[in-house]
């Protein structure tokens, strides 16, 4: 697949860079300088994955990445100088997928780049079941009550690992490694908050939950042959 990318920066020596670096991957690449474009050019392209600058002319990238989320669930990688903590956890915070401190090395947005869209797009077409939840694994949704929901990005990549390890026990350092590379430090609180909102979306009562199941002090496993 030919993913498209849509990098946001009002360098534009930066914009050249990764266009150049990801054309010759085999990505094609939209570049916007300002909000306002980039929201023009998410509309009209409909990007696989966005590159988002945090600090831009006419606004900030953490209030557009609001915006762009609002209307279509896409990998977001920040881009940004800035490599204070505070600033990387507020954008993993946020939901984004990744968060890369500039200046890079080629091979190093090569290589996070292509790390998110694995995670994000390996899905089958297969089904799975947790008791009257359905997983739709091919559409990134889950089916109850007659009803489909949307999981997010990251909601999808915590029900496939929580659903790969087997109904044995993922550690919070696991959870956190695939669903963002680089250090776990910083990251519990904000899986907590994936954790609440996807059984949400998979559990009867989400506040007792039958399959999304703590392992105090350990991690979470999910209890597939539960019934609902």
Not at 153 to 179: H, P
Request: a negative charge; charged letters at 30%; aromatic letters at 6%.
């Amino acid at each position: 697949m030919a993913y498209r990318i849509l990098a946001v920066d009002d360098e534009v020596a930066l914009q050249n860079m990764i266009r150049e670096i990801l054309a010759a991957d085999g990505y094609t690449v939209e570049v916007a300088g300002s909000c306002a474009e980039a929201l023009t050019r998410f509309r009209a392209a409909s990007p696989d994955a966005v590159l988002l600058d945090v600090m831009l002319p006419d606004g900030d990238g953490f209030s557009l990445f609001g915006q762009l989320r609002r209307e279509r669930d896409v990998p977001v990688l920040f881009l940004s100088a800035r490599d204070e903590d505070e600033a990387r956890l507020r954008g993993l915070g946020l939901g984004a997928d990744d968060y890369i401190t500039k200046p890079f090395l080629p091979q190093e947005l090569r290589l996070r780049l292509r790390a998110v869209l694995r995670r994000v797009y390996r899905r089958g077409s297969e089904t799975a079941r947790l008791g009257e939840t359905e997983i739709l694994w091919g559409r990134g949704t889950v089916r109850r009550d007659g009803a489909e929901t949307a999981l997010t990005a990251k909601e999808f990549a915590l029900l496939k690992k929580l659903w790969d390890s087997g109904g044995n026990i993922v550690t919070i350092d696991a959870l956190c490694q695939a669903l963002w590379d680089g250090p776990m430090v910083g990251y519990e609180n904000t899986l907590m908050v994936h954790i609440r909102r996807l059984r949400e979306k998979i559990e009867a009562d989400p506040s007792h939950p039958r399959h999304l199941l703590t392992v105090r002090g350990l991690g979470y496993r999910l209890e597939r042959e539960a019934e609902g």
